[in-house]
DNA sequence: TTGTAAGCGTTATCAA
DNA sequence: TTGATAACGCTTACAA
């Protein structure tokens, strides 16, 4: 910026007040000075300009589990693409493995002064997230699920995962099924609304818990949902549908029904990509990511424009069912 | 940093110096400003670090299509991880609009000083980039797909696009397809290749080119692929078997395949999830997105490590031909 | 071993 | 309308 106030013969602040259209500037000046911006190639320092008080870096922070999961994928396509909209860049932090990932990631973003933090949290504590907020003042958006921690009262984006589990749990119900089992993959937030959902339209509808029918796995991983899989419908009274909390359980399900050459009435909590093209088409229970990482895109880019402090807003999104057809199926003639 | 200073009673040197461990500071003072900084919470700015000369923004740039597309997200998070384990963070940003959404992108990453850039492009033109990189200095990876500019000599991560074409064709024949259509997604750079290897191999079997068997689709969504299917399989003269160029239009293949209830042998080029949960399972040739994003992310940190200037490299990762059932379907009886 | 000061690229204030 | 200057938070050369 210097060279281009040497190069037109003006002052550093005037090249400022061209660039950024302040103050005033004469025409000549300004001409003058957008010709040697042009000579020399001059791109204003971002970093730098984020440096001056009152100035923010204009960059959101991104934290999730994994790109590959086609979920978070989507809630980060939504949340770059909102962002950029308003002239934000974003960091992309992954945060796969062990627990002290998260907190590392997300100190390393704060190192790089992010505006605002949009979390996907995983199962880790966010006790010490309290405490970097009160002294940050980051502004900060869950999105998919809350933190796991007590008094962090932040914006937060759900997914309605008790009603589409309640939805799709009465939907099974309503094609006759007596015995439907639950699959639930290990911990987080959301499987435990999803579980609940079940569980209360099996309430409603009259019928007793029956605890061998709901397996909570150790990992969800597909395989682990298919050898569970292989269990249930391999035991002496076996369900007659499955009610299955992620995609990649869906998946297990799928699996371990087609190798054991058997059909079972599923409905699955997400949607996937050819879910209506298998053999029997998959009905899912669909939650809209992108609208997750949009909604918590805005939220985050609110607070960061208007006033920080003020309570945390709760955002629950509606799910949809879509019926293909493995939803449907009835029960066997008898059971 | 100043504050710390002086509640630690020392000057600015020395509080830089503890932390980042350079000089000699004395055990006791060392001390002394660790709790300072401690007490205080304070954080080291990374924005005003990647300031000083000699020092880089320890931030990459990532510019891609669309997230959504798993292929673009197993590279993403390569790249994220990569980056990540060298310190670097990554800013992501997406050009899937309009041809000048790339070079738009690029400036805003540009301005935010990152420290080199990976890019998956789209068929924009990039002589852009010549200037660019002359000027800035900064490093460029191609990652998918080479730039589309003349003097540009990056290093290029690729997939071997023909030889897996060739490949592809070349399993079909061998299963005595005589009459194997392609369908062929827009001009990206792959799908071109990929044409390449097709034609090749036909023309090593002896086969004469039919170009009524070759579909150029103007947009490569899977609906338009799903037309072309329909027309190919109700053409006077159909088709044995279908090479598909991308995961989206072997998705259409599918679709229209089954609407039309008809089986037809497929190879598809790129793997996706499920393929082999499908009624017939898909045999495709699968090149491998996370080690593309790797080594377009290794070959970036070693070019900023390194020195800049030197010829681009290129590196071809093998593809590997995964076989289901889809592409080892028989042709009918007799044409 | 430690403190001071200059400079990185901006922008805002102030004076001319 | 314009230019000089201070300040943002950091590192490093130099001096003490």
Known sequence: MRDVATRAGVGLGTVSRVINGTGSVSEETAERVRAA??????????????????????????????????????????????????????????????????????????????????????????????????????????????????????????????????????????????????????SYYTTGRRLRGYRRALREAGLPAEENLVVTLRRGATEDAAGATHRLLGSANPPSAVFSTTSFTTEGVLRAARQLRRGVALVGFDDFRMADLLPVPVTVVASDAVELGRRAAELLLERIGGQQDGPGRRVVLPVRLVARGSGELPPPGRQ
Chains 1, 2 share one sequence.
């Open 37 to 186: 911006i042009g000579e020399i190639g001059f791109r204003r320092n971002e970093l730098a300009r984020s440096l001056r008080p009152g100035q923010n870096s204009r960059t959101l922070g991104l934290l999730l589990g994994d790109l590959t999961n086609p979920f978070y994928a989507s809630i980060a396509k939504a949340a770059v693409e909102i962002a950029g909209r308003a002239g934000y860049a974003v960091l992309v932090s992954t945060a796969d493995e062990d627990p002290g990932a998260e907190s590392r990631a997300i100190e390393e973003l704060l190192g790089r002064r992010v505006a605002g933090l949009v979390i996907v949290p995983g199962q880790s504590d966010h006790s010490y997230l309290e405490r970097l907020m009160r002294h940050e003042q980051v502004p900060v958006v869950f999105a998919d699920r809350p933190a796991t921690a007590a008094g962090l009262d932040t914006d937060v984006v759900l997914a309605d995962n008790e009603g589409g589990a309640h939805r799709a749990t009465q939907h099974l119900l309503a094609h006759g099924h007596r015995r439907i089992a639950a699959l639930v993959a290990p």
